[in-house]
């Protein structure tokens, strides 16, 4: 069995880039257009596989041409796909990703297979037994990561929970061991607006948050304190899209491999720090030698 699992979304991202968003109503030129497969899900197994993580990917795409190339984008990375359903007469999901040129992006997300599922079944159990390490994102039902989450626990894995797109989370703070929240999804979820103390509230609930703050670097609280800030790496960054998955993948690989919190938050951190100066989503994010040279670099 493998030592991550993660549940998640696998979408295909049709990515524009463009100077600014445009007005309402507004018609304009892009200057490129890509396809990449992408989804939370998918980002975070891709980056944790290329950080030496041994990952499952536990999700569902649609009979059509970007299924396909999805599966394929799992297979070349060496992730377990036993666990991903093909559903017919569903689409795959669809992530509709503007790119400003100073970097930034926003997002649209179409779930399509991977809102279909409600309910793990007897594969996904099995799968879902064994792993040291359970991963999830909101991109997939609450229901089923919350059943997810239970049957991890009592299995005794570390539950990992990147809480985006922010929903009213109900009982899965409680569930989680460690939350990956940006600063913007901290504050929603603890309903303030200093990060600093929505990640104190929040680790309240969760056990360990590590909350990303972008050209800030990232910090760790736990039990309604602060523990450890981590730096950021500085670079120029070309596109953000995947930054907070290539961090969340990454320190749960090195987690897995025997890393404290606090060195593998790090080297999510560089790695995160890698991807953004790359165009796209899974094709951004860098292999391990790559990270460990920056990370030596520092």
Same mark, same amino acid.
């Not at 797109?165 to 901290?186: F, K, Q, R, S, Y």
């Not at 948050?209 to 309604?224: C, W």
């Given at each position: 069995?493998?030592?991550?699992?993660?549940?998640?979304?696998?979408?295909?991202?049709?990515?524009?880039?463009?100077?600014?968003?445009?007005?309402?109503?507004?018609?304009?030129?892009?200057?490129?257009?890509?396809?990449?497969?992408?989804?939370?899900?998918?980002?975070?197994?891709?980056?944790?596989?290329?950080?030496?993580?041994?990952?499952?990917?536990?999700?569902?795409?649609?009979?059509?041409?970007?299924?396909?190339?999805?599966?394929?984008?799992?297979?070349?990375?060496?992730?377990?796909?036993?666990?991903?359903?093909?559903?017919?007469?569903?689409?795959?999901?669809?992530?509709?990703?503007?790119?400003?040129?100073?970097?930034?992006?926003?997002?649209?997300?179409?779930?399509?297979?991977?809102?279909?599922?409600?309910?793990?079944?007897?594969?996904?159990?099995?799968?879902?037994?064994?792993?040291?390490?359970?991963?999830?994102?909101?991109?997939?039902?609450?229901?089923?990561?919350?059943?997810?989450?239970?049957?991890?626990?009592?299995?005794?894995?570390?539950?990992?929970?990147?809480?985006?797109?922010?929903?009213?989370?109900?009982?899965?703070?409680?569930?989680?061991?460690?939350?990956?929240?940006?600063?913007?999804?901290?504050?929603?979820?603890?309903?303030?607006?200093?990060?600093?103390?929505?990640?104190?509230?929040?680790?309240?609930?969760?056990?360990?948050?590590?909350?990303?703050?972008?050209?800030? !670097?990232?910090?760790? =609280? %736990?039990?309604? @304190?602060?523990? $450890?800030?981590?730096? #950021?790496? +500085?670079?120029? /960054? *070309?596109?953000?899209?995947?930054?907070?998955?290539?961090?969340? !993948?990454?320190?749960? =690989? %090195?987690?897995? @491999?025997?890393? $404290?919190?606090?060195? #593998?938050? +790090?080297?999510? /951190? *560089?790695?995160?720090?890698?991807?953004?100066?790359?165009?796209?989503?899974?094709?951004?994010?860098?292999?391990? @030698?790559?990270?460990?040279?920056?990370? #030596?670099?520092?």
């Amino acid at each position: 069995m493998s030592t991550i699992a993660v549940l998640g979304s696998a979408n295909m991202d049709l990515v524009v880039r463009q100077p600014r968003l445009p007005r309402p109503g507004e018609t304009m030129f892009g200057s490129g257009f890509t396809t990449v497969p992408g989804g939370k899900g998918l980002n975070q197994a891709v980056a944790a596989a290329r950080a030496g993580g041994d990952v499952a990917f536990v999700g569902a795409v649609g009979d059509d041409p970007f299924g396909a190339a999805v599966r394929e984008r799992l297979l070349a990375d060496g992730i377990d796909v036993t666990a991903l359903r093909t559903l017919a007469g569903v689409p795959t999901g669809t992530a509709h990703i503007s790119v400003l040129d100073g970097g930034e992006n926003s997002i649209v997300v179409v779930p399509g297979a991977n809102a279909a599922i409600a309910a793990l079944d007897a594969v996904d159990r099995t799968l879902l037994a064994d792993p040291r390490f359970v991963v999830a994102q909101f991109e997939r039902p609450r229901g089923l990561i919350r059943e997810a989450f239970s049957h991890a626990r009592a299995g005794g894995a570390t539950t990992v929970l990147t809480p985006a797109p922010v929903v009213d989370p109900g009982d899965l703070l409680e569930l989680t061991d460690i939350l990956v929240p940006n600063a913007a999804e901290a504050c929603e979820l603890a309903g303030v607006d200093d990060p600093e103390q929505a990640a104190v509230v929040l680790s309240r609930r969760a056990r360990t948050v590590v909350m990303t703050r972008g050209a800030d !670097g990232a910090l760790i =609280a %736990r039990e309604g @304190a602060i523990i $450890a800030t981590v730096p #950021a790496r +500085r670079v120029d /960054a *070309v596109d953000t899209t995947a930054a907070g998955d290539t961090f969340a !993948g990454v320190m749960v =690989a %090195r987690l897995a @491999a025997g890393e $404290a919190l606090n060195a #593998a938050a +790090r080297a999510g /951190a *560089v790695a995160a720090s890698i991807a953004v100066t790359r165009p796209g989503a899974s094709s951004s994010m860098p292999s391990w @030698a790559e990270t460990e040279q920056a990370l #030596a670099a520092e």
